[in-house]
Structures are given as C-alpha cells and as structure tokens.
C-alpha cells in the first residue's frame, strides 16, 4: 500500500510564502511524476504544477513566477515553494504520484492522493 502525506499548510497573510511537502511512502518502485492540485471552496479541483522524476515541471498560468515545485526522488518527496501567496491562492492542496508499486509480487501502475492541507490567505 501506498501512501502520500502532506504537511506545510496553514494561514499566511497576503504576499507571504509557504512550503508545502509531500512524502510518498509504502511499497514504492518508481515515480513516474508527481503533482500539486487545489481546490478552492465551491470550486473544481484544478492542477496546479506537476515535475517528472526526470525534473520536468508545468505550471498552471495562475501561479508561474510565484510557484516552484521540486522534488528528491531518493525521498520520494516533493515540495511546493508559494511565494507572493494571494488571497484566490486560498484553497486546499491534494498531492498526487503516478508511480510503480509491487503488488502481490507484480508491478502496478498507482495514481494515489494525499488527504490534502488548507492554505488560507489573508488580505
């Protein structure tokens, strides 16, 4: 089993930052790619910026220039640096992995989600 565990939310006041982190652990072969999403109340779920294990990284245009995403593969760990946080960044943050597990002796392709943390930006 598979799990993904996020920390680092929390309230910070317009134009501030926050790191947020992301460690995969369980029965882990390989990560293909990870991602950050976010969902603001009364809102869909939207992608916020995703790295391959390669080092590969895609922004949504709401957030380029503010977020940088990176991540240590050795750790299975991947992290989102938010800085000049606006008050729509408000929302809360779901980790996401594409990886490789070891089932039952098989290999299998996974998608799994963290429980999510709150970010909540003050004006």
């Known amino acids: 089993q598979v799990q993904l565990v996020e920390s680092g939310g929390g309230l910070v006041q317009a134009g501030g930052s926050l790191r947020l982190s992301c460690a995969a652990s369980g029965y882990i072969v390989s990560i293909n790619a990870m991602a950050w999403y976010r969902q603001a109340p009364g809102k869909q779920r939207e992608l916020v910026a995703t790295?391959?294990?390669?080092?590969?990284?895609t922004y949504a245009d709401s957030v380029k220039g503010r977020f940088t995403i990176s991540i240590d593969n050795a750790k299975n760990t991947v992290w989102l640096q938010m800085n000049s946080l606006k008050p729509e960044d408000t929302a809360v943050y779901y980790c996401?992995?594409?990886?490789?597990?070891?089932?039952?002796?098989?290999?299998?392709?996974?998608?799994?989600w963290g429980q999510g943390t709150l970010v909540t930006v003050s004006s």
């Open positions: 996401n992995a594409a990886l490789i597990s070891r089932i039952n002796f098989n290999l299998k392709s996974l998608e799994v």
């Open positions: 790295i391959t294990s390669g080092g590969s990284t």
